[in-house]
T-cell receptor, first 114, second 114 residues
Framework: NAGVTQTPKFQVLKTGQSMTLQCAQD?????MYWYRQDPGMGLRLIYYSASEGTTDKGEVPNGYNVSRLNKREFSLRLESAAPSQTSVYFCASSWTSGSYNEQFFGPGTRLTVL | AQSVTQLGSHVSVSEGALVLLRCNYSSSVPPYLFWYVQYPNQGLQLLLKYTSAATLVKGINGFEAEFKKSETSFHLTKPSAHMSDAAEYFCAVSSSGGSYIPTFGRGTSLIVHP
């Protein structure tokens, strides 16, 4: 099993450009998440999807959109990138049962917006 | 509501010394608690978890943590630090008192000196 995979690993954008970060999991998990990690800020939830066909905003959704394409794939789109979106982005997935939520993380995408 | 506090953004130890990383949680109902480790330029991986089966939990790489309800703590320890333990450590809580989405602490960077 590959677990959670993310593409690309690195990306440099100019302000105003758009891009889509891809995430896929092969563990048959129902829930998927997008986080950003910034120095001193820990992990901040951008969007999540509790099941195929549903998405919800997290703590910092502004400037992002998501698509839960199917059970395996969950993409994050930046429509008009800004320097404040320079960060490391992590996708995660989990099989949620009640309130138990052990997450599995991808390797991350390191994004720089100039 | 649920929250996590990790005391100390950086902890520095000598190789062979005791490692103690502190985590305090707030939850109105019995929680599930997790410690994740993030090695440089990698995603997070689960180190250990508390699911109410036992208060002393053993994880990978010689780490363990003890759930203390009276102190609302879940501190991470390792008797003897190794250079390879240098990483970022995150404590997380999920409970039915919040949404099922885990709440993460801001992380503690463990520095190991030779």
């Amino acid at each position: 099993n590959a677990g959670v995979t993310q593409t690309p690993k690195f990306q440099v954008l100019k302000t105003g450009q758009s891009m889509t970060l891809q995430c896929a999991q092969d563990m048959n998990h129902n829930s998927m998440y997008w986080y950003r990690q910034d120095p001193g800020m820990g992990l901040r939830l951008i969007y999540y999807s509790a099941s195929e066909g549903t998405t919800d905003k997290g703590e910092v959704p502004n400037g992002y959109n998501v698509s839960r394409l199917n059970k395996r794939e969950f993409s994050l789109r930046l429509e008009s990138a800004a320097p404040s979106q320079t960060s490391v982005y992590f996708c995660a997935s989990s099989w949620t049962s009640g309130s138990y939520n052990e997450q599995f993380f991808g390797p991350g995408t390191r994004l720089t917006v100039l | 509501a649920q929250s996590v506090t990790q005391l100390g953004s950086h902890v520095s130890v000598s190789e062979g010394a005791l490692v103690l990383l502190r985590c305090n949680y707030s939850s109105s109902v019995p929680p599930y608690l997790f410690w994740y480790v993030q090695y440089p330029n990698q995603g997070l991986q689960l180190l250990l978890k508390y699911t109410s089966a036992a208060t002393l939990v053993k994880g990978i790489n010689g780490f363990e943590a003890e759930f203390k309800k009276s102190e609302t703590s879940f501190h991470l320890t390792k008797p003897s630090a190794h250079m390879s333990d240098a990483a970022e450590y995150f404590c997380a809580v999920s409970s039915s008192g919040g949404s099922y989405i885990p709440t993460f602490g801001r992380g503690t960077s463990l520095i190991v000196h030779p």
